[in-house]
């Protein structure tokens, strides 16, 4: 197999054309392209010209060279947002890299309809070590730096000469092993996947957002409506969509209710009479224990969660208009008390259901019809809002559909950014100064959660619609691409991106990009690459199986659990089958890929089982000195020393150790 083109040295002296002179065939040629009208005929020219351009460009090649100067100045490995932002550079209008350039043609240059690198396909293999690709290890003496890429030796030629790597394919197809560094601070690594996927925006967009934020500002709009949903915002967080908006829901049965459709006005419609103010539609805070929800409790029954309690309250007033138990129509197996507060003598004498509180909150949120025999021009009061916490999933339990909502989940934001979404007991103490849901094991008040929501609106009309958002300035790596017209020379939004990923990465990191597609085995994940390459720019991919067998992988513990044993190793017999798994699995793909195509590879970070053993004792511990023990009273494998400090230390340093491969296919 021949090595992609990486850290190649450059072609010899550049080839002379010869000139190229008119002869007679050629003068009598131009004369007869002349028609009797006096025009020339330019279309062959034109279609031999761009056929000639297409094959100079077939002919150029990039590869990508290391800057080992510039590596060595530095006292750090390669980062993951180095690899971001590499690869923002080649897909869309991003800053070219200190540390790499490329080599031949750059990448700067382009052909009026094509650049030189067509697409980028990078994936995140975890468990891809040096001790697994058999290359030099990384050097620790002080005189040597190590984060100059390795030179990856070549396959052997016989037999004789040693046994072959356990994945031929990388030392096959790349010349260099890149060392790079996971995020994190002293005593944790951070997201790798986070990392990738989020960025802080360029200098230009920050401008942008800064000017919007102070007009907004200046604008003093103290109207709630600001901060209502978009149809877009409801489709990537999962809310019930009314069929009236669009078509993309559907009701899993028929116990399911949506509200009427709001009136549409007219140019002349709802004129205001003379003297009177216009209506303003009426706000209800509604609110739900479960999953940190805001507005009906639930418990856990034969078929899963059934609304238990819903709780209303007028956002103008502040006054509680609806706050009513709810009998499931199944027997409860767990109340949940210490999430929902709810007890088995608390709905005992509950006989109210789930259709008559659909009858209740649809009457709330449908106005009255307009009276036929009216004389007045004003319409009918708006449809009313609805407030809450993550409000899907109380929406969900009510099983109804309301096209008019406000989120103070989206509406406030988390400290890291989107996806991610903040919790409404952290919101309340960090911008409204109190604190809620400290019932312990009585549970959360559903009154008290619509109360923290009404404030946290109060406070977002004070103060801005910039409150309660951090100033970090980041973005997804596809709302970077989706700014750019670079690619192709296509308009802004003209990249197309795809994931394909283990879980459900639509609604985490990939959820701006144009593909989404959820895997459940490597198998998939490869069947997904080989459906998206062709049609997409920028895609990732990541194959889990090798970190699986490894046991790289465990699920995250609670706080009060003991730190899990160590687990046994795999097989060598495991440990063959699944490299040999993988290196066909990376042969698929790179046969699948068009020339020119950039193909990244990156491990992330090395074994992290060494650094999750260490934090979950650091963690045992620290809940331990929150319960009131003291050291002395801890038996030793409980205790924690400044020894263990710095054991995690070197832990983590380890596990933010990875490789990175690039090359471009010829």
Not at 25 to 53: F, H, I, L, M, Y
Request: with cysteine; hydrophobic share 35%.
């Amino acid at each position: 197999m021949k090595r992609l083109n990486i850290s190649s040295p450059t072609d010899g002296s550049p080839k002379h054309k010869k000139s190229k002179t008119d002869s007679p065939a050629t003068s009598n040629a131009d004369s007869e392209a002349v028609d009797s009208d006096g025009w020339t005929k330019v279309e062959k020219r034109k279609q031999k010209k761009t056929k000639k351009a297409e094959l100079k460009l077939d002919a150029t090649q990039p590869r990508f060279m290391y800057n080992n100067a510039e590596i060595t100045r530095r006292n750090h490995a390669i980062g993951i947002d180095e690899i971001r932002q590499l690869v923002v550079h080649i897909v869309a209008d991003g800053p070219p890299p200190n540390w790499l350039r490329i080599d031949d043609s750059s990448i700067n240059h382009f052909s009026k309809n094509a650049p030189l690198i067509q697409k980028v396909v990078a994936l995140l293999i975890p468990g891809l070590t040096s001790e697994v690709l058999s290359l030099p290890p990384i050097p620790t003496s002080a005189t040597v730096n190590p984060n100059i890429p390795l030179s990856i030796p070549l396959l052997p030629r016989t037999r004789d000469a040693g046994p072959p790597p356990n994945v031929p394919f990388i030392a096959a197809t790349f010349s260099h092993a890149c060392p790079t560094r996971a995020p994190g601070d002293q005593y944790r690594m951070h997201s790798v996947l986070g990392n990738f996927f989020q960025g802080p925006v360029s200098g230009e967009e920050r401008n942008k957002r800064a000017t919007l934020r102070v007009l907004s500002e200046m604008a003093n709009n103290q109207d709630p409506a600001q901060y209502l949903l978009t149809l877009e915002q409801m489709i990537e967080n999962e809310y019930p969509i009314p069929s009236y908006m669009a078509d993309v829901f559907e009701k899993p049965d028929d116990r399911w209710l949506e509200t009427p459709e709001p009136v549409k006005t007219g140019l002349l419609d709802g004129i205001p009479e003379k003297g009177k103010e216009p209506l303003k539609a009426k706000i209800y805070a509604i609110d739900c224990e479960m999953y940190q929800l805001k507005l009906a409790l639930q418990c856990m029954t034969e078929d899963g969660k059934e609304l238990t309690r819903v709780s209303i309250i007028d956002y103008y007033t502040e006054k509680v208009v609806y706050d009513q138990l709810v009998k499931p129509a199944k027997p409860i197996i767990d109340y949940l008390t210490r999430w929902s507060g709810i007890t088995p003598e608390a709905l005992a004498p509950v006989t109210t259901t789930l259709a008559q509180v659909q009858t209740h909150v649809m009457r709330l949120l449908s106005p009255p019809p307009k009276n036929p025999f009216s004389t007045s021009s004003s319409l009918p009061p708006p449809t009313p809002i609805l407030l809450g916490h993550s409000l899907e999933s109380d929406l969900k339990a009510l099983k109804i559909s309301h096209p008019r909502c406000i989120d103070t989940a989206l509406m406030y934001h988390h400290p890291r950014g989107r996806p991610l979404k903040p919790g409404l007991a952290w919101l309340t103490k960090k911008w409204c100064g109190r604190e809620i849901q400290t019932r312990g094991d009585g549970g959360h008040d559903p009154e008290e959660d619509a109360r923290a929501c009404i404030s946290l609106l109060h406070k977002k009309l004070e103060s801005g619609p910039g409150f309660g958002e951090y100033k970090t300035d980041l973005e997804s790596i596809f709302e970077r691409m989706g700014r750019s017209t670079r690619r192709a020379g296509g308009p802004v939004g003209s990249i197309r991106s795809a994931v394909v990923d283990h879980g459900n990465p639509s609604v985490m990191h990939g959820h701006k990009a144009t593909t989404a597609l959820g895997c459940t085995s490597d198998a998939e994940v490869l069947k997904g690459l080989l459906e998206v390459i062709p049609s997409h720019d920028f895609v990732f991919g990541r194959f889990m199986a090798l970190a699986d067998v490894m046991k790289w992988t465990t699920p995250k513990s609670s706080p009060d659990a003991p730190p899990p044993p160590p687990s046994e190793p795999p097989t060598p017999e495991t440990l063959k089958t699944n490299f040999e798994t993988i290196n066909a699995q990376l042969k698929t793909v790179h046969a699948a890929l068009p020339p020119r195509t950039a193909l990244v590879i990156f491990t992330g970070h090395s074994d992290p089982r060494r650094m999750a053993q260490l934090s979950a004792r650091k963690m045992s511990f620290d809940n331990a000195l929150r319960n009131g023990k003291t050291p002395e009273e801890m038996g030793p494998d409980l205790r924690w020393t400044s020894s263990d400090m710095r054991d995690l230390e070197g832990a983590v340093e380890l596990a933010k150790r990875g490789l990175l491969f690039l090359g471009i296919k010829g």
